[in-house]
């Protein structure tokens, strides 16, 4: 399913994150930036040990005390299809009455920000939070299209960006959100 958002693509698929070609795919990594489950698992597992030691080399170097979340670094990607992988940090879901849905928009803001001074031109993006961070599905899928959509209309350097939805359900829940926030009505 794919949207215009002015000159870009906004596209959405069913598929595993670490298949992905695109200039960079990116990770829901938690501020250590040493691993975990879910996308930030897969993502080093198949992507191989490259990965890891540039991450232990941000921390030393720029995040001793880990990266802070909404914030994005970039490495390589290793072994993956993609050029780089851009780690970035959601909030844990907390009722939603701290800061959660600020700190997402920044999430997906600061990946996308990183990717374009990198004169990457396509991301693809998980569904950021919504696994163990437990970020309600559907109240994240409007934060995620509305960053998206708000930051293709704002600068054009970036030509495509896709969500990669693991499930039937998460895709289905943000094509009704892309359907709502995207299509002219
Ligand atoms: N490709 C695409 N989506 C996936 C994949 C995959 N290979 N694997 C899981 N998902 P999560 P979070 C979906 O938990 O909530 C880690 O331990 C998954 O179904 O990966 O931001 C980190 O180290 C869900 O819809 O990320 C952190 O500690 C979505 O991706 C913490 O989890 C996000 O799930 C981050 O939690």
Redesign the pocket.
């Known amino acids: 399913m794919e949207f215009k958002v002015g000159n870009a693509t906004l596209q959405l698929i069913k ?5 992905i070609e695109a200039d960079a795919i990116v ?4 501020s ?1 930036l040493l ?9 080093h597992t198949k992507g191989g040990p490259k990965i890891l030691q540039e991450c232990k080399r941000i921390r030393d170097n720029e995040w001793p005390d880990g990266l802070p979340t909404g914030n994005a670094v970039i490495t390589s990607g290793g072994n993956l299809k993609a050029k780089y992988v851009i780690h970035t ?2 909030p ?1 879901w907390r009722g939603g009455v701290h800061e959660e849905a600020k700190l997402l928009r920044r999430a997906y803001w600061n990946s996308l920000k990183l990717a374009a001074a990198k004169g990457l031109k396509s991301v693809a993006f ?10 309600p ?1 559907e109240e994240a899928s409007r934060v995620a299209v509305a960053a998206v959509k708000d930051y293709l209309r704002a600068e054009d350097r970036i030509e495509r960006v896709t969500f ?4 039937q359900r ?1 895709f289905d829940i943000y094509a009704q959100t892309a359907k709502e926030q995207l299509m002219p009505t």
Not at 27 to 30: L, P, R
Not at 35 to 43: H, K, N, S
Not at 126 to 135: E, H, L, R
């Open positions: 598929s595993d994150i670490t298949d990770n829901a990594a938690n250590t691993g975990g489950g879910g996308v930030d698992g897969a993502v940090v959601g844990i998980p569904s950021i939070s919504t696994g163990a961070y437990g970020y599905t990669v939805l693991f499930s998460d």
